[in-house]
């Protein structure tokens, strides 16, 4: 199955060079569909000019944004260096925390 989801631009490009392999969602009702083995169509945002297909290979789901970048190395999310604070706050810009905790979150494992 094919899933589309907007990135940007940074992470797209992340992602392309190899840098990014794990992709932080929110486990909504959208994220709960992917399976292993799916692909993902990332569509560059916001020009939507360039898209990127990769493979699910790994689907892990934590309660929180924090617990998830305690446990996966943050190199794996391009971010090799950054305090938990930054990771956490980062992410808080795209999800709010009402979100987190009315849905969880879900590292999406990927190949290019």
Not at 2 to 20: N, R, S, T
Not at 36 to 61: A, H, M, Y
Not at 102 to 111: E, P
Request: net charge negative.
């Amino acid at each position: 199955m094919v899933h589309q989801m907007g990135l940007y631009e940074e992470y797209f490009q992340a992602i392309k060079e190899g840098k990014k392999t794990v992709e932080v969602r929110l486990n909504d009702e959208n994220r709960r569909k992917i399976k292993v083995g799916d692909i993902i169509e990332f569509i560059r945002v916001p020009e939507r000019n360039e898209t990127l297909k990769v493979q699910v290979s790994e689907l892990r789901k934590y309660d929180t944004f924090e617990k998830m970048y305690k446990d996966i190395p943050l190199q794996n999310f391009d971010c090799e260096g950054w305090t938990m604070e930054k990771m956490v706050e980062g992410t808080y810009e795209v999800y709010t925390p009402e979100q987190e905790k009315q849905w969880g979150t879900l590292a999406i494992t990927i190949k290019y």
